[in-house]
């Protein structure tokens, strides 16, 4: 027997995209195998899942949807189901992460836009409750706590920061010798 005629799906790649589509198919009741070669990428990802972050000018999406929808003859790999397999594929993505205990949230509809560890600003559809949290356009109060230690007198504002909520960090950072 061949394993052409043992399986009905063979993935290729063991990266975010071919586990997902092999665990997809086998919930499905097909004969699954997923091949690759090595370990594939899921523990270097971040953990979000990205749909359409940035325009044509690499300025940040802020409605994956709505970029999608005004450039429907784009080609884009995202796209070439369709959007409405893109809406179904993304709700079993989120409800195969919920049942394994690392629920997503987040729509098409609206972008996080969440740090990187290099301070830069990510957009992302997909992340899990306590990434959003770290969304940067939400208002209210940052309390770093530092080594244990919580302070009153670190506590920021919490907006993009300021020049001086951001040399105020940086004294706070050395004061506890983490800069």
Do not use: W
């Amino acid at each position: 027997m061949t394993a052409q005629s043992r399986y009905d799906v063979i993935v290729v790649g063991a990266g975010l995209a071919g586990m997902f589509a092999g665990a997809l198919a086998a919930r499905r009741g097909a004969r699954t195998l997923v091949i690759a070669r090595g370990l594939g990428g899921t523990h270097l990802g971040p953990g979000t899942v990205d749909v359409r972050g940035y325009d044509s000018a690499r300025r940040l999406v802020n409605n994956p949807e709505a970029e999608i929808n005004q450039k429907p003859g784009q080609r884009h790999p995202s796209m070439l189901a369709g959007l409405p397999a893109l809406r179904e594929a993304l709700a079993e993505f989120q409800k195969m992460c919920a049942a394994a205990g690392y629920p997503l949230i987040g729509a098409l509809d609206e972008n996080f836009f969440l740090p990187t560890a290099m301070g830069a600003v990510r957009p992302t559809c997909l992340a899990p409750e306590s990434f959003a949290a770290g969304e940067v356009r939400q208002t209210g109060e940052l309390a770093l706590a530092l080594r244990g230690l919580v302070s009153d007198e670190i506590r920021l504002p919490l907006t993009p920061l300021s020049r001086p909520n951001r040399e105020r960090l940086q004294v706070v950072l050395k004061e506890f010798g983490l800069l």
